[in-house]
């Protein structure tokens, strides 16, 4: 991103917006004093829509043990009435996947989490073999170890954590 804005200042004539997208872990750390609705909405919003391919989509979500049961079972009551479908119809919520490949590759993901995270998956039927459409999931983690690269798609990672070792 430095070097396309460099080269596109050095160039004669107007300077062109640049707005780059650069990918990683988007994480947000929530407290106990968090508002679980406000936190609901946002993090449906970042991690599933735009069926999470979003280079600024959330990621992880890090919750305090106190508070995290109350929250995931709200968050997944959230993904379980997404409308999932076709983009052009201004009702829905997430879209498909960009392809088969990227299809495959959140599979993969979901099936090497399965015996080592907590995985809720929306199930989506038919849908799913109708196009490229994969169901927005949370994989609950034990540890953030457990997860190394960006998973591009709609799938959020939580991790808990108890306050005093939040430094860690």
Known sequence: ARIINRQLAAKDGP????IAETGGLNAMFCDTTALREQVVDDVVMSAFRSAGQRCSALRLLFLPHETADETVEMIRG?????VIGD?????TDVGPIIDAEARGLLDAHLEKMQ????VWQREIGALREAGTFFGPAIVELSSLEQIDKEVF???LHV????????PQ
């Open 15 to 18: 300077i062109a917006p640049l």
């Open 115 to 118: 015996p080592v995270a907590k």
């Open 153 to 155: 798609g709609p799938i």
């Open 78 to 82: 959230a993904m379980e009435v997404l």
């Open 87 to 91: 983009p052009a119809d201004p009702a």
């Open 159 to 166: 991790v808990r954590y108890r306050a005093q070792e939040l």
